[in-house]
DNA sequence: TGAGTTCTGAACTGAATGATTAAAAATTCC
DNA sequence: GGAATTTTTAATCATTCAGTTCAGAACTCA
């Protein structure tokens, strides 16, 4: 049972739990995950090295951590920027433009922790999340496309799953240009185009659904 | 044959140096390039460490040659996948299918050495070749484009430059998808739907009343 | 065959790295 | 104020790693 008025018991700790994962995500970030030292957390994060390992755990640990935390505040941004506005054109910009704003926020290496760098660790865990992330984005995406699709803000032919993937593939495709160094400005107004594009409507190719593709 | 009528002069090689480096680019793309060691390279590419050194260099070196070799290799398959069909839907599709089927291709782990584990090298030389690459390749496609269009096969208001970069950005995401273990079959379904989706020709924005669209 | 040349295998070295330990410091509770 | 509790600072340990050295093996040339 947790005393709510007391403080915790001895001595207090002299950093922010939440701050320090943040500060590892950075750190994270603008270095890799096997190019990444218990050194250059501990100074990243400003937590001495034993509190590190009592508080957090051990490197993939702290990775696994600071990932889950990104993930969930990236989402719910992305989810917001998807949601918010009334069209869907708006609401894929967004999306998109929001995913560039990330990934060219400052204060942080320009990329991605969950699209550069969690891909090439080499563990099952964070290989599981990555996944069931990017599936959780093209449902969000595609489900938005639905929603329009049901406002019958697209044509009737439009192939929904195929653009909602389209759409991951190209907020990855500009993630990964961001960690090159290309300039916000630039992919904001890709993002921009790439949200025109994914909305033109399909070839008038007839039939409804029973072959898709091609 | 070799017309070299005196063989090296001293022991020969017990190894072939372009089938090393071949062994190089096959760790690397496993392993990313923070998380190879040198016994990893050793055990690889089956050369001994202190010839390793004397022929390859250190591992920077030996990353950098992999990596250009590869660039070389596979820049020649996507010119080649962009050129040769008749059609310029095809040849987007080619690049694409190309691009997914390099990602994929047996006896290496999924993914691309110059797409997802170059960028992430934190070192000067690696990313000014990245970048080359990818303004050649994106070139490339323009190029590509650019025939399509004097061709007549786009209509005039098709917006070439923003739809390379386009093509560029999907093939990133196809790829990174394949590095998570997508399958190469769903992929090189995307990849069609993807050459499909760039070459849908662009609203026409000229339209007197204004106020309708968005 | 023997001298000269080049490569290979194994051992070696210094530095970096991950992780732990022990004692000092800061705080609450009594 | 003093005991109990928790964090911090500093030092330490074992391991791994990058890069080198050296003796010997494999080859050419004369």
Redesign the interface.
Known sequence: MIKNSARPRGRPRSFDEKQALEAATRVFRS?????VTIDDLVAGMGVGRPSLYSVFGDKRTIFVRALRAYAEAKGALAAKALFSPP?V?DSIAGFLRNAVETATEEGSAPGCLL???A??V?DLEV?RF??DA?AAATALVERRFRDAFDAGEVPSNF?LP??A??V???????T??A???TPRKVLLK?AD??A???L????EKAVPDSQA??
């Open positions: 270095k890799g995950y096997d190019g069209t054109r699209i550069c760098v891909p090439l080499d290989r990555v996944l990017v192939p195929a653009r993937s389209q991951l593939d190209l907020g990855r495709g500009l990964m240009r960690q090159l160094g890709d185009q790439a025109d594009l994914v033109l409507p399909p070839r593709g091609r």
